[in-house]
């Protein structure tokens, strides 16, 4: 018997859960539009799939962005022995400038603060590499992203501590939240080093509002811990309010804030769609962060080649520019549509306007309002509807019945699929449906089938809302008339 | 005042050892042969740059190796979306394969066993990960790669215990260092994990013969610890002996397989370090399973796994590149060692890397590490050449400099020789002792014997390098 570390032999990799469980049935039976049409529809993984037309007119104009075309190659030598950890200066100043215009050029990064990183996946664990101690803490507010948990923790020995945020408020992160969790954190003898958010919210698809950024710097001064604000979506926000940054909020004037505490988490996995470029970035006001960081990037540089091309893209400001408004407007049709045709179907998910999905409330449809009935619906989804949604509770969802599902990883046609299973699903087990004051266009008397094959164009104004959750006439309670 | 990690704070990051001051004089006067003639000459860093022209040509004749081309967009958004960290089965495959071939075929890489890496930083620290807990040692026979201390050890906790070599022995591990360091470990209280060996070496230049590996592979199954074979230089062995390798070994005797760890990357063999291409590769199903899941934190780019599948996996341009790849270094290095010897400086004889092992002891004021600083700031600044002192190799005895001579152009290694040649002159008037030159002309002078040209150099028989220690060499009585 051969020993192997306790790192290694342990549970930190976090792929024991049983939300993993889920992905097999997908991975053994995926859905194809020709070659399985009755396979699993993947809405689990929040992929950004809308935009690469653009992307690829693009590239197909800029050869030089490429080290393998006649116009690049004469960069390829230099290319290709770059390997300084201070990264290209060009692609440094590119993803500046990129992250400036996501945020309405209201701020100004400043690419010597910029870092390299193993995507966001590193990033995250590279700053708690940098603030915390094996057995030291962060606050994160739940429900949040279930990598976190690895990142975080596995290889450092960081703990993680819940900010308990609940439906009854939208999941608000409030002030008592966060000192409770805090006092937790003392009780447990866990020094609390930082507190983690994620701005816009995976997996509520949320942005924080200015007061409660507000009230988080504020704590985080009080307490003199850090505060990383993972703003990995930030580009996706598709719809007002508008997106406001924690790069924001420490520039106005009313917010006393010591800089050295505040550092930023970002990636073109969600933005731009490139999760296998490997492009994370963290951006710190911390001299003495973006140095260690710096040395420790050296674990998970970015590509060369990669640098090169993402430093050409995001260079044409034009580019930018285009790119930003298309793919807003694309997640807005596509979110408008999703959300609105669940809602035919009685079912309502958390008001949202940014990120890859929704928030889809199944609350009603609990045999109980436990997580054992949770997964039991989960199951049910997967293996009757066949579609890979995620439960609340591989978010840390304090509250059952929660389930997150994305809608920008697929084309129309696979959108039109998903949602006509999610339909003949609640129409099988419910006989009384479409309650009359769920459609707010005037001809009410819509069957169930038409609403729902109203074209996509419909959607093009902004017209229409998504109602919210939860609906009192929705399926599984009494009717009301 | 906020708070930081005790790793961030610490100094396991290893930049604060004098080794990198040298750097400063290069980099606030870096050489140019146009723009800064005067500059000083890069030798400390190991690049391989002389097959980029190989390279170059076959990117032209293969524009879909990119997926920015026409050829190859259509594979854009099904690319720069892959990110399973099993890596593309054909990055795999490919990768596989140039290992086989690196080692004439005798061995067969298995693609499923292949795993991503941050570069060969990254795969050091994962393996690290893997196999140790903080406070457990591995360890590492001297002289090494100064990069180990930080890899290893800092955000891992790991302890690195050193194997010491000689060079009576040149600097062969023998058994004995082996038991040694063990031994201290345990007097350290160290748990050993596992014995991290570089084959071919960093800083010698040099391979492990097939009873070195086998006593290797017999001690560490004997004490039931891990062998890490760092092989970033297999395809850099440009003359005989042959590469052994450690998957060969294996083969041969007997050896309890979920011990053995290979790490790899391009950056040496291909000349790609921008790239970060580092694999493990683990005979061990568990260690395989464990470094897959946490190479998350360092995979390689989608779009670079595209280009190095589509490279390696054309089979004609990866047996033309070994080869042209070994015929370039040999030449270079033959030159080198050649011109340096002609002033009576030696260097440990090799047949791989992509530097050598200079022997300067008789240069040193005193058998001391301080005067090694000494000359190795002479040699900086008066010389203007950086060259990396053995003492930041952990290097046991004073008096030896790694030196690079496969990252710079002809022109630019004819101006360091000459750098060199004048500085041996300065200081020495009695120079060139007889028995040095090989060849029948005796009475060249220095300045003819430098400039032979390089052509001299491309049958392999006539002119061996010669050895170190020279007794001529001249900071010594000469001897007529």
Same mark, same amino acid.
């Given at each position: 018997?051969?020993?192997?570390?306790?790192?290694?032999?342990?549970?930190?990799?976090?792929?024991?859960?049983?939300?993993?469980?889920?992905?097999?049935?997908?991975?053994?039976?995926?859905?194809?539009?020709?070659?399985?049409?009755?396979?699993?529809?993947?809405?689990?993984?929040?992929?950004?799939?809308?935009? %690469?037309?653009?992307?690829?007119?693009?590239?197909?104009?800029?050869?030089?962005?490429?080290?393998?075309?006649?116009?690049?190659?004469?960069?390829?030598?230099?290319?290709?022995?770059?390997?300084?950890?201070?990264?290209?200066?060009?692609?440094?100043?590119?993803?500046?400038? %990129?992250?400036?215009?996501?945020?309405?050029?209201?701020?100004?990064?400043?690419?010597?603060?910029?870092?390299?990183?193993?995507?966001?996946?590193?990033?995250?664990?590279?700053?708690?590499?940098?603030?915390?101690?094996?057995?030291?803490?962060?606050?994160?507010?739940?429900?949040?992203?279930?990598?976190?948990?690895?990142?975080?923790?596995?290889?450092?020995?960081?703990?993680?501590v819940?900010?308990?945020?609940?439906?009854y408020?939208?999941?608000?992160?409030?002030?008592?939240?966060?000192?409770?969790?805090?006092?937790?954190?003392?009780?447990?003898?866990?020094?609390v080093?930082?507190?983690?958010?994620?701005?816009?919210?995976?997996?509520?698809?949320?942005?924080?509002?200015?007061?409660?950024?507000?009230?988080?710097?504020?704590?985080?001064?009080?307490?003199?811990?850090?505060?990383?604000?993972?703003?990995?979506?930030?580009a996706?926000?598709?719809?007002?309010?508008?997106?406001?940054?924690?790069?924001?909020?420490?520039?106005?004037?009313?917010?006393?804030?010591?800089?050295?505490?505040?550092?930023?988490?970002?990636?073109?996995?969600?933005?731009?769609?490139?999760?296998? %470029?490997?492009?994370?970035?963290v951006?710190?006001?911390?001299?003495?962060?973006?140095?260690?960081?710096?040395?420790?990037?050296?674990?998970?540089?970015?590509?060369?080649?990669?640098?090169?091309?993402?430093?050409?893209?995001?260079?044409?400001?034009?580019?930018?520019?285009?790119?930003?408004?298309?793919?807003?407007?694309?997640?807005?049709?596509?979110?408008?549509y999703?959300?609105w045709?669940?809602?035919?179907?009685?079912?309502?998910?958390?008001?949202?306007?940014?990120g890859?999905?929704?928030?889809?409330?199944?609350?009603?449809?609990?045999?109980?309002?436990?997580?054992?009935?949770?997964?039991?619906?989960?199951?049910?989804?997967?293996?009757?509807?066949?579609?890979?949604?995620?439960?609340?509770?591989?978010?840390?969802?304090?509250?059952?019945?929660?389930?997150?599902?994305?809608?920008?990883?697929?084309?129309?046609?696979?959108?039109?699929?998903?949602?006509?299973?999610?339909?003949?699903?609640?129409?099988?087990?419910?006989?009384?449906?479409?309650?009359?004051k769920?459609?707010?266009?005037?001809?009410?008397?819509?069957?169930?089938?038409?609403?729902?094959?109203?074209?996509?164009?419909?959607?093009?104004?902004?017209?229409?809302?998504?109602?919210?959750?939860?609906?009192?006439?929705?399926?599984?309670?009494?009717?009301?008339?």
């Amino acid at each position: 018997m051969v020993a192997m570390s306790k790192i290694a032999t342990g549970n930190g990799h976090g792929e024991n859960s049983p939300y993993f469980d889920g992905w097999k049935a997908y991975e053994t039976n995926p859905f194809h539009p020709t070659e399985r049409p009755e396979g699993v529809i993947q809405m689990g993984l929040a992929e950004n799939q809308l935009c %690469f037309n653009l992307i690829k007119n693009w590239l197909i104009k800029h050869p030089e962005a490429s080290l393998c075309t006649p116009q690049g190659v004469n960069k390829f030598k230099e290319t290709a022995l770059f390997q300084d950890y201070h990264g290209m200066p060009e692609f440094r100043q590119a993803v500046a400038k %990129f992250m400036g215009k996501v945020r309405g050029d209201r701020v100004k990064f400043d690419p010597d603060r910029i870092v390299m990183s193993g995507g966001a996946t590193g990033a995250h664990e590279m700053v708690a590499f940098c603030l915390a101690d094996p057995g030291e803490a962060f606050l994160v507010p739940t429900p949040y992203y279930p990598g976190f948990d690895r990142d975080l923790k596995w290889r450092t020995g960081v703990e993680l501590v819940p900010v308990n945020c609940e439906s009854y408020n939208n999941f608000k992160i409030t002030r008592n939240a966060l000192e409770a969790a805090y006092v937790k954190a003392q009780e447990a003898n866990l020094r609390v080093k930082g507190l983690l958010i994620t701005n816009p919210s995976n997996p509520l698809g949320t942005i924080l509002d200015r007061d409660t950024l507000k009230s988080m710097v504020r704590f985080i001064n009080d307490k003199n811990i850090h505060l990383i604000g993972d703003e990995i979506y930030a580009a996706t926000v598709f719809m007002e309010p508008e997106f406001l940054s924690i790069s924001e909020i420490i520039e106005e004037e009313d917010v006393e804030c010591n800089r050295d505490l505040i550092h930023i988490v970002y990636s073109l996995s969600k933005d731009m769609g490139f999760p296998g %470029f490997r492009v994370g970035i963290v951006y710190s006001y911390n001299d003495s962060v973006v140095s260690c960081a710096r040395k420790m990037s050296s674990f998970g540089l970015v590509s060369s080649q990669t640098q090169h091309l993402i430093a050409s893209m995001l260079s044409d400001d034009e580019f930018v520019d285009n790119f930003l408004t298309e793919s807003k407007v694309l997640l807005f049709k596509r979110h408008k549509y999703f959300t609105w045709s669940l809602s035919q179907v009685g079912i309502g998910c958390l008001k949202g306007n940014s990120g890859l999905f929704i928030w889809m409330d199944l609350r009603k449809l609990l045999k109980e309002k436990t997580f054992a009935a949770e997964m039991e619906l989960w199951r049910v989804i997967i293996n009757e509807v066949k579609l890979n949604v995620s439960p609340g509770c591989s978010f840390h969802c304090e509250e059952p019945g929660w389930f997150r599902v994305c809608f920008a990883n697929m084309d129309d046609h696979t959108m039109k699929v998903a949602l006509l299973r999610i339909r003949t699903f609640v129409l099988k087990n419910n006989e009384a449906m479409v309650p009359l004051k769920l459609c707010r266009p005037s001809s009410l008397k819509l069957s169930l089938s038409r609403s729902l094959s109203r074209r996509m164009d419909d959607f093009m104004s902004p017209g229409i809302m998504s109602p919210h959750s939860p609906l009192p006439q929705s399926p599984l309670v009494r009717a009301r008339t």
